[in-house]
């Protein structure tokens, strides 16, 4: 669907009566439903086949409606002043008279929030009186989608409306940091925690372990299924080799999520890539080294959590 007016105001229709849809964002496209609606939101867990203990990221378009479902701090307005409308989720104390589902929240007393910065979905935002809890539109601990296609494969029929945004931009998850206490990185995403933490100017902790109080804390996920192999300097004849560093040699088993080391590259294109090889019928997947720095400590913790599947 293209970005134009009538496409936005079919796509409220189907929010406006409980329906999912899915929105393209600048991180993955996102399952989309009313957040205040228990209705919808029960639908976004049915079609991922989500855990119910895992909750929902809710996207606003401002700030204006957000004040009536969580408390605002001092550190979140200069986080959200710095990086947002962008790829940074944060986690905020839950108003006790907030409409928000508890299914979105696993009956927590805090709440997932973002403001996605692109423009379609924004467009959505704007014209609706709620905000939409949107985790990513696949099968839960499957390839998170970066296409409108992606969505397709994942859902086929079951999704009755994609608004088509291109493919997006940043192609992996948005940076999740907990601003209930002392701020945490709780998963690694669409602005790398390097970054900041020089922003701060303070220390930055990064929980891989918790309890679950965000999307993206589980030990599988992001997987294509496919037996992972990392930090591979030889790979086997038949499996497929992910690379960043352009080879001499041509092999139709290589893979490239960049060919100048181009982490921010490698990171847009590292589910489309993992969709590509499982495509093509590949039993096992190889890896070269990734510098754990900036997006590629992002592209190495999905490819750590893609690799745990039993």
């Keep these: 669907m293209k970005n ?32 205040y609606s228990s209705v919808a939101t029960e639908k976004i867990y049915k079609l991922k086949k989500r855990p119910k203990k895992n909750p929902l990221i809710v996207h606003y378009f401002d700030l204006e409606l957000l004040k009536k479902d969580c408390e605002i701090n001092d550190l979140f307005l200069k986080l959200y002043k710095k990086y947002s409308p962008g790829p940074i989720s944060y986690i905020l104390k839950l108003k006790k008279n907030s409409l928000i589902s508890k299914n979105v929240t696993n009956k927590k007393n805090t709440l997932a929030v973002r403001f996605p910065k692109h423009r379609l979905t924004r467009n959505l935002l704007k014209r609706l009186n709620y905000p939409l809890a949107a985790p990513s539109a696949n099968i839960s601990t499957k390839i998170s989608p970066v296409s409108k296609k992606d969505v397709k494969e994942e859902f086929g029929k079951k999704i009755r409306l994609i608004l088509d945004g291109g ?3 940043i192609g992996v998850e948005s940076t999740i ?44 996920h992001y997987s294509p299924y496919i037996k992972l192999r990392l930090n591979i300097k030889n790979p086997n004849i038949h499996e497929a080799y992910v690379l960043i560093r352009k080879r001499k040699k041509i092999s139709s088993n290589y893979f490239y999520l960049s060919k100048n080391n181009n982490l921010k590259e490698a990171a847009k294109n590292l589910y489309k890539t993992l969709r590509l090889i499982k495509k093509k019928k590949y039993k096992s997947i190889a890896v070269e080294k990734i510098p754990n720095v900036g997006f590629g400590e992002v592209i190495n913790d999905r490819l750590k959590r893609a690799s745990n599947f039993k």
Excluded at 17 to 31: R, S
Excluded at 187 to 208: C, D, Q, T, V
């Design 177 to 220: 940091i907990n601003l209930i206490n002392k701020p945490q990185v709780l998963r690694l995403g669409g602005i790398p925690k390097e970054k900041i933490k020089k922003y701060l100017n303070s220390h930055l902790a990064y929980k891989k372990k918790s309890v679950v109080k965000s999307p993206g804390q589980e030990k599988t």
């Design 167 to 169: 493919q997006s931009r």
């Design 4 to 35: 134009n007016l009538s496409n936005i105001k079919k796509a409220i229709k189907y929010l406006d009566k409980n329906q999912c849809i899915a929105i393209p964002t600048e991180t993955v496209y996102g399952l989309a439903a009313n957040a």
